[in-house]
């Protein structure tokens, strides 16, 4: 198998989900760099990885596409569901598991940060977190949604959240709300129902708090 035609073949229906033309080299290139095995994913380790000889202008356009670039993340996520969910074979069963996934964070100016949970790290720390239903058969699995959860703190401190470009409609929501919302709409967008988990070692998701 030629893996770089592959590789091509699949972004190709992805990028079709970003609008403009100008912003699919943006979407193959940040997604080469998550491939590479590069000790940190920031994309100035990818940009000189991904094209050395041009590191500091790949860097910048690569900054542009994920940080200012305006490109739905749902609406891309919606396509690589409707690509890859028919190849799970989901006619033998169906399962759906629910995950909120920790990223350690020292920088308190992130959106969403805060001392929580942290599932990369197996204990609270200061963190972000994002709420992520799966679908899953026996041939594999694939995340369908993923939405940034906003503790309390920030919902409440609207000096931070205009600092950090966070809209002020935007109101608190718990984990589980964030969950079911998510679930929701992907079976309105036709995605199977099945079975529902909750992935291991995630109490937070059951704290109608949070």
Not at 66 to 89: F, I, Y
Not at 106 to 128: I, P, T
Not at 170 to 190: E, H, T, W, Y
Request: charged letters at 20%.
């Amino acid at each position: 198998m030629d893996v770089a035609k592959e590789f091509t073949r699949y972004v190709v229906y992805p990028s079709e989900g970003l609008g403009h033309a100008g912003r699919h080299a943006g979407l193959s290139g940040y997604c080469t760099g998550l491939m590479l095995s590069l000790s940190r994913n920031g994309v100035e380790p990818m940009a000189a990885s991904v094209d050395p000889l041009h590191a500091s202008a790949r860097h910048q356009a690569l900054h542009h596409f994920v940080a200012k670039s305006e490109w739905s993340d749902a609406q891309l996520m919606a396509r690589v569901r409707d690509s890859v969910v028919p190849t799970l074979g989901f006619e033998n069963g169906c399962c759906w598991i629910i995950d909120d996934i920790g990223f350690s964070k020292k920088s308190k100016h992130s959106v969403g940060v805060a001392r929580q949970y942290c599932g990369q790290l197996g204990k609270q720390d200061n963190c972000q977190v994002a709420v992520s239903p799966s679908v899953a058969s026996a041939q594999g699995s694939l995340p369908i949604a993923y939405q940034l959860y906003l503790p309390r703190d920030w919902v409440a401190d609207p000096v931070r959240r205009k600092a950090a470009g966070v809209p002020q409609e935007l109101a608190f929501v718990s984990k589980p709300d964030i969950a079911l919302g998510q679930m929701r709409q992907a079976v309105a967008n036709g995605v199977r129902m099945g079975v529902v988990h909750q992935a291991e070692g995630r109490p937070e998701l059951q704290r109608h708090g949070d």
